[in-house]
């Protein structure tokens, strides 16, 4: 859809909550979907969560080098039995490196929706990659967990679409919280939102930290 450097890092944002991360020689896929095929480039893959749109084995493997590793919530579990690759499966609050990529483990989840309780151990991911550390906040609402982030969350990719996630409004107090350098609005486009969500949120957010509409 778009991208944006920064810091000498390469932001892609494929598709609703789906990101390319390049920096350092090291690519990073992050809940790759809907991706266009030939591009099997990734040395890390991370699925946040279980649900389709997050943790496709088809775009997996689209996107990953024959000796990549996959770095996914425990959920996922079941959704990537069979494939060739390693897969490290994280809780809330776990940490790996891989690749020379580390990647932690937030807390994810809704708060009055049925949709990822907090007992369903979905993940955020903060991907510190080339010395930037970028935060997929996953599927979640607005979290006091989000309150833990400040200080230490460069760039921040937020759901803005509402139903499933936060709205804009919502994310707009996330990044107050977490006070980033950058913010990037996703998961809209597909299945659910629109490009307005995304606008939105630039607006609300003005003021407040760098905002990039990709």
């Known amino acids: 859809m778009g991208e944006i450097r920064f810091r000498g890092v390469r932001i892609e944002r494929i598709a609703h909550a789906a990101f390319r991360l390049e920096?350092?020689?090291v690519v990073v896929y992050v809940d790759p979907f809907s991706v266009p095929a030939g591009r099997a480039d990734g040395d890390v893959g991370v699925c946040t969560h279980?649900?389709?749109d997050h943790?496709?084995?088809?775009d997996l493997r689209k996107v990953l080098k024959r000796d990549a590793v996959i770095v996914a919530s425990v959920n996922c579990e079941r959704r990537l039995r069979g494939l060739r690759w390693e897969a490290k499966l994280l809780r809330p609050g776990e940490e790996v490196s891989v690749k020379g990529v580390r990647i932690r483990a937030v807390p994810a989840y809704n708060v009055g929706k049925p949709y990822h309780p907090r007992h369903y151990n979905g993940i955020?991911?903060?991907?510190?990659?080339?010395?930037?550390?970028?935060?997929h906040a996953g599927d979640t609402d607005l979290i006091p967990e989000m309150d833990q982030l400040a200080g230490a969350v460069d760039v921040a990719l937020l759901p803005v679409s509402g139903v499933y996630v936060m709205t804009a409004e919502e994310a707009a107090e996330a990044a107050r919280r977490i006070r980033p350098a950058l913010a990037v609005p996703m998961h809209y486009g597909a299945i659910v939102g629109s490009a307005s969500d995304a606008e939105r949120f630039r607006r609300l957010v003005e003021g407040v930290c760098e905002v990039a509409v990709i």
């Open 23 to 25: 920096g350092g020689g």
């Open 50 to 52: 279980d649900h389709y």
């Open 55 to 58: 943790c496709s084995p088809d």
């Open 124 to 135: 955020g991911a903060i991907i510190e990659i080339s010395g930037v550390r970028i935060y």
